[in-house]
């Protein structure tokens, strides 16, 4: 079974997201900001990181940054959460994130890009 590590300051959100994840079948863990984040990333690797951008103590930025930067999570995969449009240089992508979801987003959608993400990491490790 796939772990999540849901990193956002919204505890409602924190909740919702390991509550509806949980159901769909994966581990979740839960930080409230990046620098838990960064420390639970380390601790447990998680299969995935959802990652909101937007956050008190260290941002979503700074965490995912800190991520690459480290050998042992680089390779974690990160989809960013973000209440605001961005692009080129603002976009999470440029920071090293794999993917990003809007706030408000659908939840189907979201397992979607989930699976896609956790898809292309299996195939990357069974190749390399």
Known sequence: MATI????????????M??????????????????EGVEAARAELPDLILMD????????WAATRALRDDSSTRHIPILAFTAHPMSG???????GCDGHVSKPFEFPKLLEMIDRLLQRGAHSDAGG
Do not use: I, Q, Y
């Open 5 to 16: 590590l849901v990193v956002d300051d919204n505890h409602m959100l924190r909740a919702v």
């Open 89 to 95: 240089a603002e976009s999470p992508l440029a920071v």
């Open 18 to 35: 390991k509550r509806r994840l949980t159901r769909a079948g994966f581990d979740v863990s839960l930080a409230t900001n990046g620098a």
């Open 53 to 60: 951008m937007t956050m008190p103590v260290m941002d979503g």
